[in-house]
């Protein structure tokens, strides 16, 4: 595929994982990493542009939250800290497995994303902003699966959290702040593991991030949050079934 094409292919992987992004406030990583593997690409090439795309995106996002007085210090750092050591395990893992063993690995990781995103608590959310008892292990196990499947930070740790009683805006915040922190951490042991990697995939994601930002704004408005997280759990159930098949043939 020549270099144009291939370039468009990726940003409407970007667009799309935007999109979902955009009406659920998290899926980003775990949707474009899915998305690269049923393209075929290798898990450890996947997740690797998807970090190095983050780096951008979510780096944005983050520093708008700050901006806004979203993020709570101690909760930031309950998460950041720990997530970077998660991180950092997660790609020495990936980096050292044959590309074989982490398909094998992958698939029970996107089909149990996929049935968490359709069995999310709708719990009445909370006003509490201090992390809770257990919130660095989180941030570990997070940054660990994060880095091993290209994406699940903030499903795992925004859900927790707010599902036990944190304020929404808070909890959004921080994560998205320490969600920059242990991509940086992350595109940085990438970069030393494996190189520059998918340079053309790279750049159309956070081509089609960019593009599809304001639609995923017009979407969260628009569509109600109980079916944007049942049309994103399907859709990454899917892709785990795919990868599944492909692990089997």
Known sequence: MSPLPEFLVF???????????????????????GLLLGLGMPPVMASASVHYAE?????????????????RRRLFLALAIPGVIGALLGVYL??????????????PYLLGMGLFLLLRSAKHPGERTEPPRGTPI???????????GG???????ATTLIARGLQPRAVIGSVHLAKCVVSIAASAAFLFGIGAGHVIA??????GGILAAPFGAFFIRRIPARAATVLAGLAVLALGINNAVRVLT
Do not use: E, K
């Open 11 to 33: 940003t409407l992987v970007g667009v799309a994982a935007q999109l979902v992004d955009g009406a659920l406030g998290m899926a980003y990583g775990v949707t474009s990493a």
């Open 94 to 107: 990936a980096v050292h497995l044959p590309a074989s063993w982490m398909r094998i690995a992958l698939t």
């Open 151 to 157: 994406g699940g930070w903030s499903a795992l740790t």
């Open 55 to 71: 780096t951008f995106t979510c780096g944005a996002s983050g520093l708008s939250h700050l901006a806004a007085g979203n993020v």
């Open 138 to 148: 989180l941030g570990v196990a997070a940054g660990f699966m994060d880095a091993i």
């Open 202 to 207: 790279v750049l159309g994601l956070i081509a």
